[in-house]
């Protein structure tokens, strides 16, 4: 993807030397970077299992609502601040907070955001290793023939060994770093604007034999039948965590790919198009998952387990299973891949600048520590199977709730407050260049931040 000959321009720039960042060679190369940034394993692992342990369609209604009232606003404000100072998120936030004359502590934001960035890059890589484990066993026909209760064995074996999955951890990290310091060659990037669609693809194709197979219509209304009763604090905050996460917001991710955004592109209508992506493949995931888990009577709230337990006993159950499994699991690896990459990109240039560093000294430490990290979340399947924060959280839900949680939408309001009521008025209206300013401006600088706070107070009501 253009995505890697930025990156590898990148490297040319000296760490003290003011140039501005490098750019997107075209409005459809930053379309397709940002989208595969977005659509990740939050669309196809993590929104099912969540939709599933909150209530179904309670989640699904509020995480849209939040799409639209947070979500879009503040992916077009990080966007825009990214291309207005065209820096790491840090110097960014320093630099254009000092021409409005404010604090230059607003750069602690951007600080705030790598901080989120670093946990989730840490667990995003574990469940990335078990995508190559699993596409190794769909390929060598390990789930042929099998029957719902043995494909849930195997997922049980499979997490007992922490070995195996230091390994698939380790190897993942190292392609995303990869990746980051050398850049990538022309025919992964030629691959890569392949896979994204192909990935939709499949999708469909697995919502279409959920849809023979299943129970489709228990799935339907699992998934939308909408009964405002069962909304509690915990979904409500669940759902905007996962708003956040989905779209890659709220930790300057955004505003990094927004800082190589070339002037003449229309930021509002781009980011229409990756939400409204990233959107459409969180629901073909969960029309191709849930109606299998009815079918075979799995537990919707069974967790991290769910799509690796669902849809295996598809491929199990198909024609050329193993084939369509190993094509499944390899699309789903390259999705991760262009999220991790997205997780560690903002990390490494800020520190590359911050810390005047190598990009690739930046690199490997970004990669050593969130590796480390990572290693807390892999043992809590096995060895730390029993520790349990207050009798309930173990070291994986604690990795991957207070991130998604907690930091991101704290991030996103910060983000929401610098555009709205940070930068002037005439920096942002030049910037989108819209017909859509006024609407965009009053979302965020009263619907996003209210919204937000509100969300964060439901459970005192
Ligand atoms: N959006 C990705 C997914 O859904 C994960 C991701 C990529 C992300 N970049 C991010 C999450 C930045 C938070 C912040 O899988």
């Not at 084939?323 to 990109?345: D, H, K, M, P, R």
Request: overall charge positive; aromatic content about 14%.
């Amino acid at each position: 993807m253009m995505l890697i000959r930025v990156m590898n321009d990148m490297t040319q720039i000296k760490p003290n030397n003011a140039v501005l960042l490098n750019q997107w060679s075209s409005k459809w190369a930053f379309i397709l970077a940002a989208t595969g940034a977005a659509v990740g394993l939050g669309n196809i692992w993590r929104f099912p299992y969540m939709a599933g342990s909150h209530g179904g369609s309670a989640f699904v209604v509020l995480y849209l609502i939040f799409v639209l009232i947070l979500g879009l606003p503040i992916m077009i404000a990080e966007i825009l601040i990214g291309r207005r100072a065209r820096k790491n998120p840090v110097d960014a936030l320093i630099t254009l907070a000092k021409q409005s004359k404010r604090s230059k502590y607003w750069g602690l934001l951007g600080w705030w955001g790598a901080l989120a960035l670093l946990l989730v890059l840490s667990f995003y890589s574990v469940v990335s290793g078990w995508s190559i484990a699993y596409l190794i066993k769909s390929i060598s026909g390990q789930f042929n023939g099998l029957n719902a209760d043995q494909v849930n064995h195997v997922w049980h074996q499979f997490l007992s060994n922490p070995w195996r999955l230091l390994g698939w951890h380790t190897l993942f990290m190292a392609l995303t770093i990869g990746v980051i310091i050398r850049g990538v060659h022309e025919g992964l990037e030629k691959a890569t604007q392949f896979m994204m669609p192909a990935l939709y693809l499949i999708l469909l194709a697995l919502v279409i034999y959920a849809a023979c197979v299943g129970n489709f219509a228990k799935a339907a209304r699992f998934l939308f039948d909408f009964n405002i009763n069962t909304i509690t604090s915990s979904v409500v905050i669940a759902a905007m965590g996962h708003a956040f996460f989905t779209l890659a917001l709220g930790a300057g991710a955004m505003l990094t790919y927004g800082a190589y955004v070339p002037k003449n592109v229309n930021i509002a209508q781009t980011v229409f198009i990756v939400a409204a992506l990233d959107v459409l493949v969180a629901i073909l995931a969960g029309f191709a998952i849930f109606p299998l888990v009815f079918a075979h009577h799995l537990s919707p709230s069974a967790g991290p387990g769910l799509m690796f337990v669902a849809l295996p006993i598809a491929f199990a159950d198909i024609p050329g299973g193993a084939f369509v499994g190993g094509l499944f699991f390899l699309l789903l690896l390259f999705a991760a891949w262009t999220s991790s990459i997205n997780l560690a990109e903002p990390l490494v240039i800020t520190l590359q600048y911050r810390l005047k560093v190598k990009r690739k000294t930046a690199a490997v430490l970004v990669g050593v520590f969130a590796w480390s990290i990572g290693i807390g979340s892999l043992l809590s399947f096995n060895l730390w199977k029993d520790v349990k924060f207050f009798h309930t959280y173990t070291v994986f839900d604690l990795a991957t709730n207070i991130p998604t949680n907690i930091i991101l939408p704290i991030g996103g309001l910060g983000f929401a407050l610098f555009a709205g009521w940070v930068m002037k008025k005439s920096a942002t209206r030049s910037e989108l260049n819209s017909k859509l300013y006024p609407a965009w401006r009053f979302l965020i600088r009263y619907i996003a931040p209210a919204g937000i706070f509100i969300v964060f107070i439901t459970p005192f009501l």
